[in-house]
């Protein structure tokens, strides 16, 4: 378990061995968040916040979660009306599964299947996109500042178009950038790498986090 950087709101960072997780612990920390990257279930459930994030396969990556014994502790966090939120392939297992994995059961935290991206497409899309708000994304805290901003991915699949989707990229037609679902936030891109852009959204998470604390 990390020390903590700050004296801003408890996050918990989900360390569940793979990925793109000390990235985003110490961008966490930049922006001012008392943020761990920890397996602890205590500090977890004491967490002002959570943050799934991910990069790799669907299937590997839900397989460490399920191992690390954090799968069940993701979606505790995600029910309690606490701020949660998932980055890159961390959105992606929010989902009930992925055309990439067939078979592999994902949280189920957010309805649908993740698919992918279009064929006419160069998948995987690695390349700064700029962000289109959704009606619902123009009140969304953690969009505060950043329609039309521009922001780092790297992924081959997306999830669904549905009512949660508060922000939208264009790449081979509009493609889900972002959703909320009541206290569950989510994000395709990499807002840990992406310059001034990101880490404004992670000061938004960091601020909606000490709100609720």
């Given amino acids: 378990m990390s020390e903590p950087a700050a004296d801003g709101p408890l996050i918990a960072v989900l360390d569940y061995g793979i ?7 110490q961008s966490f920390c930049h922006v001012g968040a008392n943020a761990h990257l920890t397996a602890d279930r205590g500090l977890i459930a004491d967490a002002a916040a959570v943050v799934l994030p991910g990069v790799g396969a669907f299937g590997a990556c839900m397989r460490a979660l399920h191992d690390s014994g954090l799968a069940t502790v993701a979606i505790d966090a995600a029910a309690d009306d606490r701020p949660f939120i998932g980055i890159c392939v961390g959105m992606q297992l929010l989902y009930e599964g992925s055309e990439e994995s067939p078979g592999v059961e994902g949280l189920g935290i957010l309805p649908g299947q993740v698919g992918w991206l279009p064929k006419t ?12 708000l959704t009606d619902a994304g123009t009140t969304d805290p953690l969009l505060d500042g950043l329609d039309r901003s521009w922001m780092y991915f790297v992924h ?13 990229c264009q790449y081979g037609g509009a493609q889900t950038a972002a959703v909320r679902r009541g206290s ?10 992406s310059a001034r852009a990101g880490l404004q959204l992670l000061t938004n998470f960091t601020r909606i986090a000490g709100a609720d604390a």
């Fill in 19 to 25: 990925g793109n997780l000390h990235s985003a612990h």
């Fill in 121 to 132: 497409e160069i998948r995987p899309q690695m390349q700064w996109n700029q962000l289109d």
């Fill in 184 to 193: 569950v936030w989510a994000t395709q891109f990499h807002p840990e790498k």
């Fill in 156 to 168: 081959s699949l997306v999830g669904p178009g549905a009512p949660e989707v508060t922000a939208t």
